[in-house]
């Protein structure tokens, strides 16, 4: 498995986002669909791509969004992998780096993953990181603007991701 990092985009990342949306429609459809405004997507304060070190290409990305501190000190975390870079472990390897940048970096105590039932390579991806399945959620998410959908909600615990059984790739 090459290495891989996470970096912040960049504004010069449009084209190239564009296009990893555009050739991974086949894999994301149904379960997610791409932003509307990727002007706006680039700026989101806590988007990460996850980008191969030999040729920095964009393999996968994560948001940490709707931070709440205070005494909930808990977030969500949304992804998505590109095509044709799936299967090969860098969403698990850039997964456990956002765990340290969400636990660590952040402070959370908790980040919540929701997730389709019938998505099972997502639900691989969460629960092999450490999340947990607690609940189900109906109709939780307009998808695309396009139709409700029933969730799954998974989560994980800073004081779960501290055990070292999770933070070995």
């Known amino acids: 498995m090459s290495a891989i990092y996470l970096r912040k985009p960049q504004p010069n990342d449009l084209a190239e986002i564009k296009l990893a949306y555009q050739n991974s429609i086949q894999l994301h459809q149904p379960w997610t669909y791409p932003p ?3 002007e706006q997507y680039l700026t989101q304060e806590h988007r990460y791509f996850v980008c191969l070190i030999e040729n920095n290409a964009i393999v996968g990305t994560f948001n940490i969004s ?4 205070g005494y909930f000190h808990s977030a969500y975390l949304g992804y998505e992998a590109f095509y044709p870079y799936t299967g ?3 969403m698990r ?4 780096l956002v765990l340290k940048e969400a636990f660590q970096t952040l402070n959370l105590h908790r980040l919540e993953a929701n997730i389709q039932p019938d998505n099972l390579s997502s639900i691989r ?4 990181a450490g999340f947990v399945k607690e609940g189900f959620s109906r109709q939780y998410l307009r998808v695309g603007g396009k139709a409700w959908k029933d969730h799954e909600r998974w989560a994980i ?3 779960d991701w501290t055990d070292q059984k999770y933070q070995a790739f």
């Open 36 to 38: 509307t405004d990727f």
């Open 66 to 69: 709707n931070i709440i501190r």
């Open 88 to 90: 090969q472990g860098y």
């Open 93 to 96: 390897h850039g997964l456990q």
């Open 125 to 128: 991806l969460a629960a092999n």
């Open 157 to 159: 615990l800073n004081t």
